[in-house]
């Protein structure tokens, strides 16, 4: 988490550095997190969170997967990469959906 907080009238944001530090802020307060809902999904009755739809468009969350130029062709890169990629697909055939 960032130094603190901001505090505006009775509104408080803070910053986490991950989703799922956010998630156990969350959890553990009185506050909302704005992460994807595969994560949340996942987590729900664990952290016994509440799941609810924003009453606006959130859009798109992107994601990007940066290497270096040289690990192009290196086979730990490329196991990696494709297993980023394979776990990232919302639609995964090796999981029965929920």
Same mark, same amino acid.
């Given at each position: 988490m960032q130094s603190g907080g901001r505090r505006c009238g009775s509104v408080a944001a803070i910053v986490a550095p991950s989703y799922l530090q956010a998630l156990h802020? $969350? $959890?553990? /307060? #009185?506050? !909302?997190? @704005? !992460? *994807?809902?595969?994560?949340a999904s996942l987590l729900v009755h664990r952290l016994n969170l509440m799941i609810v739809k924003p009453p606006f468009n959130p859009g798109v969350d992107e994601q990007f997967? @940066?290497? *270096?130029? /040289?690990?192009?062709? #290196? %086979?730990?890169?490329?196991? @990696? %990469?494709?297993?980023m990629m394979k776990i990232s697909k919302p639609d995964r055939p090796d999981r029965p959906r929920r």
């Amino acid at each position: 988490m960032q130094s603190g907080g901001r505090r505006c009238g009775s509104v408080a944001a803070i910053v986490a550095p991950s989703y799922l530090q956010a998630l156990h802020i $969350a $959890a553990e /307060t #009185d506050l !909302v997190a @704005f !992460v *994807p809902s595969r994560l949340a999904s996942l987590l729900v009755h664990r952290l016994n969170l509440m799941i609810v739809k924003p009453p606006f468009n959130p859009g798109v969350d992107e994601q990007f997967l @940066f290497y *270096p130029a /040289t690990a192009q062709r #290196d %086979r730990g890169s490329l196991w @990696f %990469r494709s297993l980023m990629m394979k776990i990232s697909k919302p639609d995964r055939p090796d999981r029965p959906r929920r």
